[in-house]
């Protein structure tokens, strides 16, 4: 990865009956904390059609009602530098599985208090 510019990241909070979606991270970029699905942000892609992908990729969920929450510039990371694209949507169906092993160990539904609080 080029270090002399910054990556965009779209990431998802997936919401269903008061719960929330959660994944246990791998790897370089934030490994044991707990995220919601997101990647990198391809060449034409709009956000809500990454958001789609990337958690149908990750845990096989479809989901719906796609809205924007935040927008921030994360260096916390370094020398990764991200732009990172925060999103809301809800749950439409399917059940979360572990599809991809080397970027997540679990998907699980929280209550959102629980979530709040940390996982």
């Known amino acids: ?20 979606l959660l994944g246990q991270r791998k790897g370089p970029h934030g490994a044991g904390e707990y995220a919601f699905p997101g990647v990198h942000l391809e060449y034409g892609e709009s956000f809500a059609a990454c958001a789609q992908r990337e958690t149908r990729e990750e845990s096989g969920l479809e989901i719906t009602n796609i809205r924007f929450q935040f927008v ?14 925060g999103l809301i949507a809800d749950w439409k169906r399917g059940t ?20 709040m609080r940390g996982a």
């Open 1 to 20: 990865m080029e270090r002399n510019h910054p990556h965009v990241g779209v990431g998802v909070m997936i919401l269903t009956e008061e719960k929330v």
């Open 72 to 85: 921030a510039n994360i260096m916390y990371y370094a020398p990764r530098h991200y732009v990172h694209i």
């Open 96 to 115: 979360p599985a572990v599809l991809e092993p080397e970027a997540s160990a679990t998907w699980a539904w929280y209550e959102v208090d629980h979530a």
